[in-house]
């Protein structure tokens, strides 16, 4: 069975240039999460998607940020202009139910650095 | 403070060895908890979920101290392919906070 699929696996991108990171969750989960991990700080939560429709963003850092979910196999994470504090490892995650069950399947990550 | 604080380690352990991770969480309110493994450079996968009574899977048992906030992590008899950081997380009403994990190095 198919996990969840993130891309790109690596980007290295310059400050001021445009990232638009991608996943497809597994099918039939109705919850998608987007996580950055930096050393520093860890796994934060960035913003969650219940059916397609955005329930929590406080965890996005600022106007640079922004995702969306067009349906139910896709989602995006975009970061413009991007930064070099914007470098870490960016993870979608999926889920049958919301997070009190703990039960999170995670993609591979993407990782990113700006230069 | 943060929400959920663990030693970073690395904890450093010869086989067959037998070791234990603490974790703290700030929030009183938090319902559930559980540990997860996450190898270099991989995703974060659940090993297990924290119940109250404790609970044991295999070599791994988890405890919950709700008076005193904590929860921890035995590894009995440990193997090569336990090293890994092991992250703590509760939940915060409907979000899961992880920690910022426990290294652990198994050697032979």
């Given at each position: 069975?198919?996990?969840v699929i993130q891309?790109?696996?690596?980007?290295?991108?310059?400050?001021?240039q445009e990232v638009t990171l991608r996943c497809k969750p597994i099918s039939g989960h109705d919850y998608l999460f987007w996580y950055r991990q930096t050393m520093m700080r860890g796994l934060e939560l960035l913003i969650y998607f219940n059916n397609n429709v955005p329930i929590d963003d406080s965890?996005?850092?600022?106007?640079?940020?922004?995702?969306?979910?067009?349906?139910?196999?896709f989602s995006t994470l975009k970061i413009q202009p991007s930064e070099p504090r914007d470098s870490a490892v960016y993870f979608c995650a999926s889920s049958w139910t919301g997070q009190n069950t703990g039960e999170l399947f995670f993609g591979e990550g993407s990782r990113l650095t700006v230069l | 403070r943060k929400e959920v604080e663990q030693d970073p380690g690395p904890f450093n352990v010869p086989e067959g060895a037998t070791v234990a991770f603490n974790c703290t969480y700030s929030n009183s309110a938090s319902q559930s908890f559980f540990w997860y493994r996450q190898d270099c450079r991989k995703e974060p996968k659940l090993l297990m979920s924290v119940y109250s009574s404790g609970n044991e899977d295999g070599r791994f048992t988890a405890q919950l101290n709700r008076a005193s906030q904590y929860i921890s992590l035995l590894i009995r008899d440990s193997k090569l392919s336990d090293s890994a950081t092991y992250l703590c997380v509760v939940t915060d009403t409907d979000k899961l906070i992880f920690g910022t994990g426990t290294r652990l190095q198994v050697f032979p």
């Amino acid at each position: 069975d198919a996990g969840v699929i993130q891309s790109p696996r690596h980007e290295v991108t310059e400050m001021g240039q445009e990232v638009t990171l991608r996943c497809k969750p597994i099918s039939g989960h109705d919850y998608l999460f987007w996580y950055r991990q930096t050393m520093m700080r860890g796994l934060e939560l960035l913003i969650y998607f219940n059916n397609n429709v955005p329930i929590d963003d406080s965890g996005m850092p600022e106007d640079r940020f922004s995702a969306k979910m067009p349906n139910a196999s896709f989602s995006t994470l975009k970061i413009q202009p991007s930064e070099p504090r914007d470098s870490a490892v960016y993870f979608c995650a999926s889920s049958w139910t919301g997070q009190n069950t703990g039960e999170l399947f995670f993609g591979e990550g993407s990782r990113l650095t700006v230069l | 403070r943060k929400e959920v604080e663990q030693d970073p380690g690395p904890f450093n352990v010869p086989e067959g060895a037998t070791v234990a991770f603490n974790c703290t969480y700030s929030n009183s309110a938090s319902q559930s908890f559980f540990w997860y493994r996450q190898d270099c450079r991989k995703e974060p996968k659940l090993l297990m979920s924290v119940y109250s009574s404790g609970n044991e899977d295999g070599r791994f048992t988890a405890q919950l101290n709700r008076a005193s906030q904590y929860i921890s992590l035995l590894i009995r008899d440990s193997k090569l392919s336990d090293s890994a950081t092991y992250l703590c997380v509760v939940t915060d009403t409907d979000k899961l906070i992880f920690g910022t994990g426990t290294r652990l190095q198994v050697f032979p």
